[in-house]
């Protein structure tokens, strides 16, 4: 009877182990895979934290009046032009201290012809024939004579103490670039809510590489530079708020997000967030192109650009391993990965036929998000196919 239950024992621990070398190979790629996910949505935000809290780096902030030149690139912008230059000529610094350059991308809408009736001795305006963001700011930065840059979009608002908050930080000397926070308005339906909880999820992160040293990039809306440290885009750059950043960051100064300063959008469907997002997923391989040092673990932004920018484009190419090597798992611990990893997949194809009004839209509209955001990131890799240009979509 001892025998034949230590044998009865002994099938079913044979049960629950992989009794094979490819099982045993689809465990350790299952768990490898896993623990990379796990790492770069919770365990980097989390060790951000502990660190940002031991060893933080303050900036020594103090508004110094700075000559400045405010770079408005915009291609069909009319919309929101007219109400942007009111709002850029209402912030509180001094306006004999800025000026003003316009760059109209090969816009075939009013935009050139409303910047040219707001034209003056502190607003310039410069109409390029070809499109694109990279040639737009290469011309702005050739014709700006201000110590630090102020770098816009057209569509978002700037709060009215922004640029002297922006300012201020640059009296610490080690500062190259102070980035703001883009603040996305709530919006009321729960996928408009679902982007802004990423938004929200990124500035944590962002704030917390401040504090410990650099961001690896800035917010594209809002942030300011020494116009010294500033290089030529390369053609076609996609993510001009990070390469110029890494300008600075190369020439050994720190790349900082101040939340002091910020600008409004409006909330943005999921459908215009995969749009921008795979454009800006796709920049990072650009940008690995142009700072390839930034692979090499010898300096004081790799491990936050490796964990933050190059781990969100490994993302899905994790969750796919994740997935096919659920198959060598033993039972039932298969069965409860691919329960789940159904689940959440399941509830992102169902969101668009969940109303708004349900509780469960709380859970799907989330789910659909993440998914489609990891979409975004496979698309990105398209940038080493087709010309950066075909990535650009407007906004809507």
């Avoid at 009877?1 to 790629?29: D, F, I, S």
Wanted: glycine residues 6%.
């Amino acid at each position: 009877m001892l025998g034949e239950a230590n044998n009865a024992e002994h099938r079913r621990a044979r049960k629950y182990q992989p009794t094979t070398r490819a099982g045993v190979a689809g465990v350790t790629v299952f768990i490898i895979s896993a623990a990379f996910i796990a790492y770069v949505l919770m365990g980097y935000p989390l060790a951000l934290e502990i660190w940002s809290r031991l060893r933080p780096r303050p900036v020594r902030k103090q508004f110094v009046v700075r000559t400045v030149s405010i770079l408005l690139p915009v291609h069909n912008g009319d919309r929101w032009l007219a109400g942007k230059l009111r709002n850029l000529a209402e912030l509180d610094y001094p306006p004999e201290l800025i000026e003003t350059i316009v760059i109209s991308s090969a816009s075939t809408d009013g935009t050139v012809a409303i910047a040219r009736r707001a034209a003056g001795p502190r607003l310039r305006v410069i109409e390029l024939d070809r499109p694109g963001k990279a040639a737009a700011l290469n011309a702005g930065l050739a014709l700006a004579t201000g110590e630090i840059l102020f770098l816009v979009d057209v569509r978002q608002s700037i709060e009215r103490d922004s640029l002297r908050t922006l300012v201020a930080g640059f009296a610490d000397a080690r500062v190259g670039v102070v980035s703001g926070e883009l603040v996305i308005r709530d919006g009321p339906s729960h996928e408009e809510s679902s982007v802004g909880a990423y938004w929200k999820y990124e500035k944590l992160i962002r704030a917390r590489q401040s504090r410990i040293d650099s961001v690896p990039g800035a917010t594209g809306a809002i942030y300011a530079m020494r116009r010294s440290l500033t290089r030529p885009l390369p053609p076609g750059t996609l993510v001009d708020d990070m390469f110029l950043p890494l300008c600075a960051y190369m020439q050994g100064f720190r790349i900082v997000w101040d939340p002091g300063a910020k600008a409004f959008d409006i909330p943005a469907s999921l459908h215009t967030e995969f749009r921008r997002k795979v454009r800006t997923l796709a920049g990072v391989y650009q940008i690995v192109g142009f700072f390839p040092r930034l692979l090499v673990p010898n300096h004081r932004l790799w491990i936050h650009f490796v964990s933050h920018k190059l781990g969100r484009l490994l993302l899905p190419y994790a969750l796919v391993t994740v997935l096919i090597s659920c198959f060598w798992l033993p039972w039932p611990l298969s069965a409860i990965a691919l329960a789940a990893q159904a689940g959440l997949y399941g509830l992102a194809a169902l969101d668009g036929l969940v109303d708004d009004r349900s509780s469960l839209k709380r859970v799907s509209s989330p789910a659909r998000t993440f998914v489609a955001l990891m979409a975004a990131a496979l698309c990105a890799s398209s940038i080493l196919f087709v010309p950066p240009d075909n990535l650009w979509k407007p906004t809507r």
